[in-house]
């Protein structure tokens, strides 16, 4: 029980230290499938937005054995598709984001 509390509590440091280093330090090579020839959107709003969905999901980690603890195996499920869904939204705000500069 108490290895599973410490695995979420480091993963969930380790995916707010990356969206440091996305958010505020502009390492945009750290986003999964970023292309710097391919995306000429504003960089700034991508590593915002990026930076701020690490700080959700390592803060939404941290508190998922809390959850389990309380609330059992549906907090587990709530937690999995939180995560999903807003993985899609990101990717689309993503694409908006992009075609912004592209348009004007």
């Given at each position: 029980?108490?290895?599973?509390?410490?695995?979420?509590?480091?993963?969930?440091?380790?995916?707010?230290?990356?969206?440091?280093?996305?958010?505020?330090?502009?390492?945009?090579?750290?986003?999964?499938?970023?292309?710097?020839?391919?995306?000429?959107?504003?960089?700034?709003?991508?590593?915002?937005?990026?930076?701020?969905?690490?700080?959700?999901?390592?803060i939404?980690?941290?508190?998922?054995?809390?959850?389990?603890?309380?609330?059992?195996?549906?907090?587990?499920?709530?937690?999995?598709?939180?995560?999903?869904?807003?993985?899609?939204?990101?990717?689309?705000?993503?694409?908006?984001?992009n075609?912004?500069?592209?348009?004007?």
């Amino acid at each position: 029980m108490i290895v599973g509390f410490i695995t979420c509590i480091v993963l969930a440091a380790i995916i707010s230290f990356m969206g440091y280093q996305i958010h505020i330090k502009k390492k945009l090579w750290l986003i999964a499938g970023y292309q710097e020839e391919s995306f000429t959107g504003d960089k700034d709003k991508l590593a915002k937005l990026f930076g701020i969905f690490s700080y959700i999901v390592g803060i939404a980690t941290f508190l998922l054995p809390f959850g389990l603890e309380y609330w059992g195996f549906i907090s587990n499920i709530i937690y999995a598709v939180c995560i999903c869904v807003g993985s899609v939204v990101i990717l689309v705000w993503k694409q908006i984001i992009n075609k912004q500069i592209k348009e004007s």
